[in-house]
């Protein structure tokens, strides 16, 4: 026992006796709170150096080094002990005063995580914790937890964060977008993943995507619902993002499947969808509609949770390429609290932000033109809504139709 209080005191030593790593500072709040701090979000998209930035910001008030305790449960010795004795140990080592902030990264490695965080928590530590998969963190904390807890996602970079990483400090101008222009077009081929953006070439690039990809799968799906029909699943998913910014159902993938000889079950596809939406495989908006019966059987619109990772599966044309950075770019901002509208005439808009006593239309297109033009035009028309923006490639200024006015944003202007 002597032997491997040893090895967990060596470990405890490590981190605290090394600088926290460099990082690209995330545009994502970190919350000043006594509640504990949720960090969730995909695989690899930088939920640990969001922890170290909450480190780095804690310390930078004053907070000293000793009082922050950071875990990684993914490391086997920290595995064998209970949050009590790991905490115990660190006090020994590090004699702390005053308060202790818990960093507690893969939390679910940590045996009864539930109970221990609600135990720390009542006693009064300051807790941040990460987890890659919704399904065994955000379901369980917030059935578990209510009230004790605020949650923050990280995505893969947004495209400014993405500008940060390469170094060039945007200056909110567009007229200086020489360079961001041609890094615009790289953030939309291969996405905003820490680990890809730095990789030189496209082979190197693609090839990390498709770990990150299938490491997802297989960890996040598979072994944490025990999936058996990997294959069946392995397919709905890569028809799924084929068809990113389109409109799907469970009875059109069951159609599809069909003709493909693949026996599946809308009820087993309908589970298997949200067990990938809720591992950030992907995310959804659905039909805005006052008919809940509408909203519940209408097709969902479908996004990647970064825009490099379609690309993996097949060639995504720059329009729908372009849709999913504004829709990430609003998701951001706005959590669940978009949808998309179609027109009594039929025709889509592509996100409706809140709703139409306080809401706002947003269209994405390389180009603006008449059709979505009109599109935005009718919609108003419908709703009552006044704010309209169009978010084209490159062009900006005012377009006054029908009495209304359509605001034209560059899209390197807006995903700053």
């Known amino acids: ?10 470990e405890l030593i490590i981190f605290n006796s090394k600088p926290l790593p460099d990082l690209v500072p995330r545009d994502i709040p970190i919350p000043d709170t006594k509640d504990i701090v949720a960090i969730t979000g995909p695989r690899r998209a930088g939920k640990t150096y969001f922890m170290f930035q909450a480190m780095k910001e804690l310390l930078g008030h004053g907070v000293r080094r000793e009082n922050l305790l950071y875990v ?10 209970s949050a009590r004795d790991i905490i115990k140990k660190h006090i020994e080592i590090h004699n702390p005063e005053g308060n202790i902030y818990l960093f507690f990264d893969e939390v679910h490695g940590l045996r009864d995580y539930r109970v221990w965080l609600r135990t720390l928590h009542d006693e009064g530590y300051r807790i941040f914790v990460t987890g890659s998969s919704s399904e065994l963190l955000l379901r369980n904390i917030s059935r578990e937890l209510r009230g004790r807890y605020v ?3 990280v995505l893969p970079f947004t495209f400014g964060e993405f500008l940060r990483a390469k170094g060039m400090i945007p200056d909110g101008t567009y007229a200086s977008a020489g360079k961001t222009m041609a890094y615009l077009g790289e953030y939309l081929q291969y996405g905003g993943y820490p680990e890809v953006i730095f990789l030189k070439n496209e082979y190197d690039k693609i090839e990390k995507l498709t770990t990150i990809l299938e490491t997802t ?11 058996r029909e990997n294959e069946i699943a392995k397919q709905m998913l890569y028809y799924i993002l084929s068809n990113n910014s389109n409109a799907i159902s469970i009875t059109g993938i069951h159609n599809v499947f069909r003709t493909m000889g693949i026996n599946a079950s809308k009820r087993t596809l309908w589970k298997y969808y949200n067990m990938m939406r809720d591992s950030f495989l992907f995310l959804d908006v659905g039909l805005y509609t006052p008919s809940a019966k509408k909203r519940l059987f209408s097709p969902k619109k479908v996004y990647s949770i970064d825009p490099g990772i379609p690309n993996v599966i097949t060639r995504i044309g ?7 950075a504004v829709f990430l770019q609003l998701y951001r901002k706005h959590g669940d609290d978009i949808h998309y509208y179609v027109t009594n005439e039929g025709s889509e808009v592509d996100f409706l932000v809140g709703d139409r006593a306080n809401g706002r239309l947003v269209e994405a297109s390389y180009r603006s033109d008449r059709d979505h033009l009109e599109r935005l035009i009718s919609a108003s028309d419908e709703l009552g809504i006044d ?11 005012t377009v006054r139709k029908s009495g209304r006015e359509i605001r034209l944003v560059p899209l390197a ?3 700053r």
């Open 72 to 81: 990684n449960f993914d490391n086997v010795i920290f595995r064998k002990y």
């Open 387 to 397: 704010d309209l923006t169009l978010v084209t490639w490159e062009e900006v200024g």
């Open 217 to 227: 799968f297989y960890r996040d799906l598979v072994e944490v619902y025990r999936i």
């Open 318 to 324: 720059l329009g729908s390429l372009i849709e999913n």
């Open 1 to 10: 026992m002597r032997m491997v209080n040893d090895e967990l005191k060596e």
């Open 151 to 153: 949650s923050r996602t």
């Open 413 to 415: 202007e807006f995903l």
